[in-house]
């Protein structure tokens, strides 16, 4: 072949703008209709008798003849001349998506939206096209879009699921998890290569990052080895649910499409803040305005020890924390992460990602107002402020002040170390609570507990004086209730000691959570430094029941005991006082 060859008696060849392992596509002259066309030749296999790739050519004119979409790339015909078959197409003056290189979040969704729209085409047909990739999208200089290259595309009910080489259907870095695993493509699997593509267009690589070998990479993909998007934006959200590991979570061509056109022609949403430069001027202008701040929010008016009237937290037994739990929020860290609204007290509910091979648990938490003005800089966010808490290496907490005192922690620890920024998450969490804060009250629970919960419960009230005086020096009648009353502080005047009484939920208990006892007809376990460092942790198993996702949870008292005494002493103690609140229970 060479520009100038003249193909079937009316197709000159002008220039080769395209090659690849299977075939050549040259821009040409159409002679006879005086327009420019696409030809695409199928290179000589040594597997095939004929020393043509006759099948695939003559399919892909096939299944293209039966689209008609102004995203998808129209074929004229198949020709044969000397011997050699041609696909004539619509050329496309302008460049692939992978040409292209690093594309705003916008543009990138603009152009995505119309290759889900032919996916959508394509997909009624009853079609997977099985190689969505960036070289296959081509993209003219008005950012028009046509979906190319069908030649491994099967019809869903007729053809073969294999590639030409026997092997795997798709690109490495764009081919679904289940391709990789081996099973068939589907619909979704074309899902997920779009959103891996268009990852690329506004990361620049691939969502499974590099590989030493094409074997290693395929492992990686069938290991759903997936990278979180960082450059992604207001596209973020339509990625994650793209690229979800699970093929029936993703969603259809058309949602797809939708949710791009979304993007594509609306600003983004409001974020906290989470740059460094927007964190360091942040801090600049803190500084002048947190202690005026601090000083009207904090010392006048009610007196944070004794909440005022509610009107945003509202009653405590009925402020929904699980209402601030968003999934999605995390989706650029881990689009299948969870909401568990079963873990700790009952004024938390949590979310569990896994970014970056680890495990992250982002706990949300309703507190009651803390004395004294905030410990650090504080970012008015509208009517609410959030304090940053300087970071360990494996927790990271942002404090969200309410207008009228109470404040919600939103706390990111790291379960299992990965590749992640834990802050980042914790700021990604904190966001939609701060939007729906400076909405109003909290949104309320759906439904009221079982009436056997100790959600009703005063863990202040488990406890008498008689018993706690067993502790030296603890002040007996003056406790510290946390929020709802679902726990309570004992503090002792005379040492750096505490007795705490805590409700929880927690999986069921074994003899890994302590030593088993029975306390007033109670199964319980007793742990040294099941807490913290110096106590001991008595845990009274209250109720068991089923959660909404049918697995199995308990309901909990804890009685924490912290203190100078040596651990058998302090742990005679809180067995002790465990059996008196075991006694004090209600029915379960």
């Not at 803040?273 to 929010?297: E, F, P």
């Not at 004794?306 to 405590?316: C, L, R």
């Not at 620890?413 to 400076?438: E, K, M, N, W, Y």
């Amino acid at each position: 072949m060479r520009v100038g060859q003249l193909v079937a008696g009316r197709y000159r060849l002008q220039e080769q703008v395209g090659a690849g392992a299977h075939g050549s596509v040259w821009r040409a002259d159409d002679e006879e209709l005086g327009r420019v066309v696409a030809l695409k030749y199928a290179l000589p296999s040594g597997d095939d008798s004929g020393g043509e790739r006759i099948p695939a050519l003559k399919r892909e004119a096939k299944l293209l003849a039966q689209l008609n979409h102004p995203n998808i790339l129209t074929v004229f015909d198949v020709v044969r001349a000397d011997g050699q078959w041609w696909l004539v197409m619509e050329y496309v003056p302008g460049s692939s998506l992978r040409e292209l290189g690093v594309l705003p979040p916008r543009r990138a969704a603009a152009i995505g939206a119309q290759v889900a729209g032919a996916l959508e085409a394509v997909h009624r047909a009853g079609i997977v096209h099985r190689d969505i990739k960036p070289g296959n999208v081509l993209v003219a200089a008005d950012d028009r879009a046509k979906l190319a290259d069908f030649g491994i595309s099967r019809a869903v009910y007729t053809d073969e699921t294999l590639s030409s080489t026997g092997t795997f259907a798709g690109t490495l870095g764009y081919m679904a998890p289940e391709t990789a695993a081996g099973k068939a493509p589907s619909a979704s699997s074309d899902v997920f290569s779009l959103g891996a593509t268009l990852f690329a267009a506004v990361e620049g690589r691939s969502p499974f990052g590099e590989a030493a070998s094409p074997v290693a990479m395929l492992r990686r993909t069938a290991n759903t080895e997936v990278a979180a998007p960082r450059n992604a934006a207001e596209l973020t959200p339509a990625l994650s649910a793209m690229l979800r590991t699970n093929p029936a979570k993703r969603p259809a061509a058309h949602q797809v499409r939708e949710m791009l056109e979304n993007v594509a022609t609306h600003p983004p949403p409001s974020r906290i803040r989470r740059t460094a430069w927007v964190r360091l001027a942040i801090a600049a202008l803190v500084l002048i305005v947190v202690a005026a701040w601090a000083a009207v929010q904090w010392t006048h008016g009610h007196s944070p020890t004794t909440p005022a009237p509610g009107t945003v937290v509202g009653d405590p037994h009925t402020a929904d924390p699980c209402a601030l739990a968003d999934p999605h929020a995390l989706a650029e860290f881990d689009r299948d992460t969870e909401k568990d609204p079963d873990a700790g007290n009952f004024n938390r509910c949590d979310l569990i990602a896994h970014p970056g091979g680890g495990k992250v648990d982002v706990m949300i938490t309703l507190e009651n107002p803390t004395p004294g003005p905030p410990t650090g800089p504080v970012e008015r966010i509208g009517t609410v402020g959030v304090l940053r808490v300087t970071p360990s290496a494996d927790e990271c907490r942002r404090t969200i002040l309410l207008p009228d005192h109470y404040q919600i922690d939103v706390d990111a620890h790291a379960i299992r170390d990965g590749r992640f920024d834990l802050c980042g998450i914790a700021d990604a969490a904190a966001t939609p609570v701060v939007r729906t804060v400076s909405r109003g009250p909290l949104p309320r629970r759906g439904s009221p507990p079982p009436a056997n919960s100790l959600f009703g419960a005063d863990a202040c009230g488990l406890l008498g004086r008689e018993a706690i005086s067993e502790y030296p020096g603890v002040d007996a009648t003056h406790p510290t209730a946390g929020f709802g009353r679902w726990d309570c502080r004992w503090t002792s005047t005379v040492t750096p000691g505490s007795v705490l009484v805590r409700f929880d939920r927690n999986p069921p208990l074994t003899a890994a959570d302590g030593q088993p006892v029975t306390l007033a007809g109670r199964d319980a376990f007793v742990q040294p430094n099941g807490y913290g460092n110096s106590d001991c942790t008595v845990r009274i198993v209250y109720r068991s029941y089923t959660t909404e996702t049918s697995t199995q949870a308990e309901e909990l008292v804890l009685v924490v005991l912290s203190g100078p005494q040596p651990p058998q002493q302090r742990c005679q103690l809180a067995t002790g006082l465990a059996e008196s609140v075991a006694a004090h229970l209600p029915p379960s």
